[in-house]
T-cell receptor, first 110, second 111 residues
């Protein structure tokens, strides 16, 4: 099935700084999903990208799908302490299963 | 949160004992999943179900079995728990656009 590598593994930022996590694949992806998991919580679905070059925004979060559909990014503008958590990308395998990236853990210093 | 509950939420058990975790959903979703989450390994699929009595293996199925006798319940069984199965277990259902919604998780410790 399709695999994805996610970088960085960890990121410390000062509150107010921007943050970006990247998800990369060696093969063309049909779509990509992003999830957020707060410390001690469960993964929560954020968004799904399907089209080449697609860009979607949710308030301070910007999600992009690469033109070749082999990579994706999640960018947070002006981080807040509420953004703390681990962000995962996930790709569909045969429609029935998701394969998750290793996640990027975001820590925000107030 | 898509009406998903998991029980128990925490469990400590001894090596060699059987353990069953329950996932319950109230919205009649066809697809249900069991994952384990460990530091350094992210989320890994154990088993999934695509209907009553229809299940399939995931990436890390060894040592686990599942059953789904009703649409709303998906059970994960560790026939003989080992310390390597200490983990956080999440159940999930699949939504209409292939996104997944997760339950609150079960923290299992095998001593």
């Amino acid at each position: 099935g399709q695999q994805v590598m996610q970088i960085p593994q960890y990121q410390h930022v000062q509150e107010g700084e921007d943050f970006t996590t990247y998800c990369n694949s060696s093969t063309t992806l049909s779509n990509i999903q992003w999830y957020k998991q707060r410390p001690g919580g469960h993964p929560v679905f954020l968004i799904q990208l399907v089209k080449s070059g697609e860009v979607k925004k949710q308030k301070r979060l910007t999600f992009q799908f690469g033109e070749a559909k082999k990579n994706s990014s999640l960018h947070i503008t002006a981080t807040q302490t509420t953004d703390v958590g681990t962000y995962f990308c996930a790709v569909n395998n045969a429609g029935n299963m998701l394969t998750f990236g290793g996640g990027t853990r975001l820590m925000v210093k107030p | 949160d898509a009406g998903i509950t998991q029980s128990p939420r925490h469990k400590v058990t001894e090596t060699g004992t059987p353990v069953t975790l329950r996932c319950h959903q109230t919205e009649n979703h066809r697809y249900m999943y069991w994952y384990r989450q460990d530091p350094g390994h992210g989320l890994r699929l154990i088993h999934y179900s695509y209907g009553v009595k229809d299940t399939d293996k995931g990436e890390v199925s060894d040592g686990y079995s599942v059953s789904r006798s009703k649409t709303e319940d998906f059970l994960l069984t560790l026939e003989s728990a080992t310390s390597s199965q200490t983990s956080v277990y999440f159940c999930a259902i699949r939504g209409g656009n292939y996104e997944q919604y997760f339950g609150p998780g079960t923290r299992l410790t095998v001593t």
